[in-house]
């Protein structure tokens, strides 16, 4: 990812690291690639919706997406 991609990332998310067992990483990999999502999108849609409802983008509240990740795929 580019300076600008870097940027962009570092103000409009935030990164939360947790630690796990080792080879955890790998299982959840396996795991979230048979329901065809990314390791992210796996990990959120375990975290309550009410965490992302409030959400604003530009101004209009997201309504089409859930925040879970899952767009519809689960």
Sequence with gaps: ????????TSQNYDRLSIFLPKGSRE????????????INEFVRSFLPNELFSERIYKGKRETKNDHSGNNGKV
């Design 27 to 38: 299982k959840i990999k396996a795991e979230a690639k048979k329901k065809g999502l990314s």
């Design 1 to 8: 990812m580019g300076t600008y991609g870097n940027w962009y």
